[in-house]
T-cell receptor, first 116, second 111 residues
């Protein structure tokens, strides 16, 4: 299995809703990532988990709350979002990088989020 | 100045042409250099990655890194209409855990 699976593929939520995005991989990767991609823009890093611990938070607003329950799963909990948070949310995973080696930095197909 | 510069295009070529895609960067700490292909409404797909300088070839794709010039390239030989997509360069530092992307180049291969 060489895939990163994201669910749901599409999500429409109101500004007062609470929802969660899910990401799963079975490649044995111990690093997992959340990226945000606005239309016609490149992906931007939000969070990095290494060995199930949060290692990087790119100053993301607290209305986005990541969680890594185990080495295969990554969640992104959403609460009180704004319309400008509408974007494609991408999950990625990789082996823990070592100098000279960066194996399998693989992205999922993303969740297209619309906040109304 | 952005850390990674990439011409957004669009770049239109006839089928069978050799395509050259390029990025420049300013951060000398970058060690990993990657090229991703992204189709509309899909996630990025890793095409090539290179550590430090040098060339790498995989089928119709060749990636080149010139660290002295802070310049990377992706060449696509015998381009096909199915190669039409957005091509993103991405780079990271020694730790490899944070990718910085270029803006992406839209490529259109016409049959």
């Amino acid at each position: 299995d060489t895939e990163v699976t994201q669910t749901p593929k599409h999500l429409v939520m109101g500004m007062t809703n609470k929802k969660s995005l899910k990401c799963e991989q079975h490649m044995g990767h111990r690093a997992m990532y959340w990226y945000k991609q606005k239309a016609k823009k490149p992906p931007e890093l939000m969070f990095v988990y290494s060995y199930e611990k949060l290692s990087i938070n790119e100053s993301v607003p607290s209305r986005f709350s990541p969680e890594c329950p185990n080495s295969s799963l990554l969640n992104l909990h959403l609460h009180a979002l704004q319309p400008e948070d509408s974007a494609l949310y991408l999950c990625a995973s990789s082996q823990i990088p070592r100098p000279g080696t960066l194996d399998g930095y693989t992205f999922g197909s993303g969740t297209r989020l619309t906040v109304v | 100045q952005k850390e990674v510069e990439q011409d957004p295009g669009p770049l239109s070529v006839p089928e069978g042409a050799i395509v050259s895609l390029n990025c420049t960067y300013s951060n000398s700490a970058f060690q990993y250099f990657m090229w991703y292909r992204q189709y509309s409404r899909k996630g990025p797909e890793l095409l090539m990655y290179t550590y430090s300088s040098g060339n790498k070839e995989d089928g119709r794709f060749t990636a080149q890194v010139d660290k002295s010039s802070k310049y990377i390239s992706l060449f696509i030989r015998d381009s096909q209409p199915s190669d039409s997509a957005t091509y993103l360069c991405a780079m990271d530092n020694l730790y490899g855990n944070k990718l910085v992307f270029g803006a992406g180049t839209i490529l259109r291969v016409k049959s």
